[in-house]
């Protein structure tokens, strides 16, 4: 069963997922940048890297807001280092809510599992591709690049879905943390 309390265990897990995140957006934010002022569709393909961790998290601690919480950690973590400031906390913790608000809403009505996750993360892409619409150019706001860039959210949120499977297959392998008792609302 999922557990519906953190314990400080599990926090100081999120905030490690966090901290990785954090590492992994300034790493990545001089590429995803340029991208997003050249071509937003791959940009949003390339952003669901973001998502790798608090899906991660989500599959392995068994907490069912894991995905919001580690945004939540990578935004405050990257406030600093990154030129968005504050305002990276807003599709951070958007993404995370939006994918652990469909699945909690997708385990009461009975759908639990992967199909359950993949509606959720294209969830979160639609959130995602809705919070970047106020900041894309205008030359941007085209059907076509809007299309793309949408397909490009679902592409790279599924991607980072199925890397997460990958990832946590071989973290329970290592060792290095148990998996989860069940998959209820994951």
Same mark, same amino acid.
């Given at each position: 069963?999922?557990?519906? &309390?953190?314990?400080?265990r599990?926090?100081? =897990?999120?905030?490690? $997922?966090?901290?990785i995140?954090? /590492?992994l957006?300034t790493? /990545?934010a001089p590429l995803?940048?340029?991208?997003?002022? /050249?071509?937003?569709p791959?940009?949003?393909l390339?952003?669901?890297?973001? *998502?790798?961790?608090?899906?991660l998290?989500r599959? %392995?601690? #068994?907490?069912?807001?894991?995905a919001? #919480?580690?945004?939540a $950690? /990578?935004?405050i %973590? *990257?406030v600093?280092?990154?030129?968005?400031?504050?305002l990276?906390?807003?599709?951070?913790?958007?993404s995370?809510a939006?994918?652990?608000g469909?699945l909690?809403?997708?385990?009461?009505r009975g &759908?639990? #599992?992967e199909a359950?996750a993949?509606?959720?993360?294209?969830?979160?892409?639609?959130? =995602? $591709? %809705?919070? *970047?619409?106020?900041?894309?150019?205008?030359?941007?706001l085209l059907p076509?690049? =809007?299309?793309?860039t =949408?397909a490009?959210?679902? #592409?790279?949120?599924?991607?980072?879905?199925?890397l997460s499977?990958?990832?946590a297959?071989?973290?329970v &392998?290592?060792?290095?943390?148990?998996a989860?008792s069940?998959?209820d609302?994951?």
């Amino acid at each position: 069963m999922t557990s519906q &309390r953190a314990t400080t265990r599990t926090l100081l =897990l999120l905030a490690a $997922f966090g901290a990785i995140g954090a /590492v992994l957006l300034t790493v /990545v934010a001089p590429l995803t940048s340029a991208l997003a002022v /050249v071509a937003p569709p791959l940009y949003a393909l390339v952003a669901g890297v973001h *998502s790798v961790l608090p899906f991660l998290a989500r599959r %392995l601690l #068994g907490v069912r807001w894991a995905a919001t #919480g580690v945004g939540a $950690f /990578v935004g405050i %973590l *990257s406030v600093a280092s990154t030129p968005l400031g504050v305002l990276i906390l807003v599709p951070l913790v958007v993404s995370g809510a939006a994918f652990d608000g469909t699945l909690l809403l997708l385990a009461r009505r009975g &759908r639990t #599992g992967e199909a359950a996750a993949a509606i959720a993360a294209g969830a979160s892409a639609l959130a =995602l $591709f %809705l919070v *970047s619409l106020p900041v894309m150019s205008p030359e941007h706001l085209l059907p076509a690049v =809007l299309a793309a860039t =949408l397909a490009g959210r679902l #592409g790279g949120q599924l991607a980072a879905w199925a890397l997460s499977a990958v990832l946590a297959r071989r973290v329970v &392998r290592a060792g290095i943390l148990r998996a989860p008792s069940s998959t209820d609302s994951r």
